[in-house]
Structure formats: C-alpha cells, structure tokens
C-alpha cells in the first residue's frame, strides 16, 4: 500500500518496502515517477472512484517488475491524496505471454497436416532450407513445452527383432499382433 500527494510518496507499509526493495528512508518524499519506468495502459475504471492501471516499475537494486496498480483518491489531512495497492503481476504476464504463444503455435496444427506417406516427414513450408522435418520436430516448435520419449511398440519389435519379439510376445499369443 501507498498514499501518495502530488506524486510524492507519503505513507507506505513494508510489503511495499518488500516489493521494491527500498529502505525507509529511501522511499521517504520519493516521488511515484520515480519508480514507474513506464505505464503499460490508460487507467481503466474499475468503479466510479477506483482505477487500475499496469505499469512496469523500477526496484532498488535496478531490476524491473510488471505492476498492477489500483487507484483511489481520498482526503487524508484535509488535501486531495491518492490510495495505491500495488501488486507484482509479473509472473501472470509471464504465464499469459507463454499461453498465447502456446494458442498461436497449436493454431498450426489445426487442419490438414502435409506428412510424406512413405518416410513420415511432415513439410513445414516455414523452412525454405529444410521443409521437410521429423513429426517430433514439427511438434515440439509448435508446442515447445511437448517432449518426446521414444520407444518400440510390438508391431516394429517383430519386424525389427524377431527373436526378441518371440522371447517377449511369441509364447503369450501363438499367433501375432499384441
């Protein structure tokens, strides 16, 4: 929490002595300005009285964070002050960044998919050098977060190691496919 006057910081509590990093004495009559590098939005209502607005601010040790700040004007000592909860909404800026980028990369797999009918490649027309990529590539630029394990199913065991697929499968069924 702060109140400011004129843009001068005068109250804060220690969550926002946390957040910023400041000492005390540093945030005393330190002007607001001084801490926000830029706002991201014009001040939006929330209510008749109450706005929000998003702004990247500046901590002490010169690291920046993306706030959100809520706005309210009140009398404090009969003048004209402004109430701000400030909150650090960097993380869900960071999560919201990497859902969009998700929802961006998944809409190229929606529709059809070129995939070679012998070797499997897929063509991505994205790469003029290099069209045609491995489905585990084509895959996992489009969903970055998505890894692949690999394995063998009991069709390729067969036909790659019969003797193996015979120890493995050949005694429980007699006859073939698992």
């Known amino acids: 929490m702060v109140m400011t006057r004129n843009d001068e910081i005068i109250y804060f509590n220690k969550a926002f002595m946390r957040l910023t990093g400041y000492e005390f004495d540093e945030l005393q009559n ?42 309210t004007e009140i009398q404090y000592m009969d003048e004209k002050s402004k109430f701000l909860i400030i909150r650090d909404i960097t993380e869900q800026k960071t999560i919201l960044k990497t859902l969009q980028a998700t929802i961006e990369n998944t809409k190229s797999l929606d529709g059809l998919i070129p995939i070679c009918a012998s070797c499997k490649k897929i063509r991505d027309d994205d790469k003029e050098s290099r069209p045609w990529v491995s489905p585990e590539e084509y895959i996992h630029e489009r969903l970055p977060n998505v890894d692949f394990t690999h394995s063998v199913c009991p069709d390729c065991v067969k036909e790659l190691y019969p003797e193996l697929w015979e120890r493995k499968y050949g005694k429980q069924s007699g006859s073939g496919n698992q």
């Open 30 to 71: 330190k002007k607001m300005n001084e801490l926000i590098i830029k706002s991201k939005l014009k001040a939006e209502p929330l209510s008749e009285k109450i706005l929000r607005r998003e702004a990247t601010m500046r901590k002490a040790n010169g690291s920046v964070f993306d706030s959100e700040i809520i706005i």
